[in-house]
């Protein structure tokens, strides 16, 4: 159901470096729907409240809550909103279901005139197996149209917890039951310099590049035969630019919600040992190692270097399988079917190791 009047928006995760891409990327599109809407950022803080609205103005609201555990702002700040861009941690269920509630809570008021949409930011890693142990195998490549993704992410938990596909999943299954329309974006490996105004880095590659430092040489967990695919962040954001302005000019016609509403998001393939490689060669350039040699290392070792990973999954081994060294491979057909067009192809991707290097070398 499309309704002409001006939506509001609610953005999480908007100081992030993913939530911040995106909401520079709104804020820049020409749409008129896009400009007529109401675009709310709920923040961590005053200070950072006041570092959006003096960069961007009347453009943006803020509601500043205590974190991701206030569930009560959290949910009272999405009963006001048409549509929820969720980009904080995807590994948050509380949160993420008290967005629900709120929208469930809209949608009541809207007395079922108007769809309801909830953005929910997951990753491939749902998908991934687990090559160095050989607790789980997996080789096929998944496609968002062809393949009943949900019901694969049913079997795979079923079998092990894995707390962003449960809190996907958890989005989902609670959407169906109170009406709110779910689209779960589920991009690969994101790079490149966001364009938010807080963080604009990504986790994966700063992580091996601070192992890197630290050790002198390139370090790769087995032996780095592990795939998956790799998008550029600004091209992700391109994609919920795509996904919103679908929503607001065609009442989200185009779209798969529910359990066919998970999108991928590859442009790029990669393997761990072409991460390793790559970091290795940019720290040798900057003077920062002698040589570019990549050594390997077991799963329990690479749990002592990669120390920031280890911290964001809990120190969790199986967590760290899955998410630096695993197969995770996906095709993307929905995102092409909506037009969508990225433009940051291999140079880019290449580029992306000096660039990340000099945002470790900077923060540190």
Known sequence: ??????????????????????????LASDSPALQAATITCLVRGADRA???????????????????DDVEATEAAAS??????????????????????????????????????????????????????GAYLEDRTFDDVEDDVYGYEKHREGLRHYPQRATELGVIDSGLELGVRTVVMMPPTIYGVGTGLFNRTSIQ??????AVLELGHGVVIGDGAGEINHVHVEDLAELYRLVVLDILDNG??????????ILFSSHGIHSWMDVARGIAEACQRAGKIEDAQVRSVGLEDAGTYLKSYMD????DLVELELGLC??????TSVARQLGW????????????????????LCSS
């Not at 939506?7 to 911040?20: E, Q, V």
């Not at 590659?205 to 601070?210: A, D, G, N, S």
């Open 1 to 26: 159901m499309a309704s002409k009047s001006p939506k509001n928006i609610l953005i999480t995760g908007a100081t992030g470096f993913i939530g911040g891409t995106i909401l520079t990327t709104l």
């Open 50 to 68: 006041t570092t959006l609205t003096s960069a961007y103005g009347s453009r943006v609201r803020t509601i500043i809550y205590k974190g991701l």
């Open 80 to 133: 006001q909103a048409d549509v929820v861009i969720g980009a904080t941690l995807g590994f948050h269920p509380a949160s993420a279901q008290a967005l629900l509630r709120g929208l469930a809570k809209r949608r009541a008021a809207a007395q079922g005139k108007t769809d309801i949409w909830m953005i929910h930011l997951s990753g491939a890693s749902n998908l991934s197996d687990q090559p160095i142990t």
């Open 205 to 210: 590659i700063p992580t091996y590049i601070r």
């Open 252 to 261: 989200g016609s185009r779209l798969p919600a529910g359990k066919k509403g």
């Open 312 to 315: 964001l999954v809990g120190g």
């Open 326 to 331: 695993s197969n995770s491979r996906t095709r």
């Open 341 to 360: 067009r990225p433009t940051r192809g291999e140079e880019a991707w290449k580029k992306c190791f000096e660039e990340d290097l000099r945002a470790v």
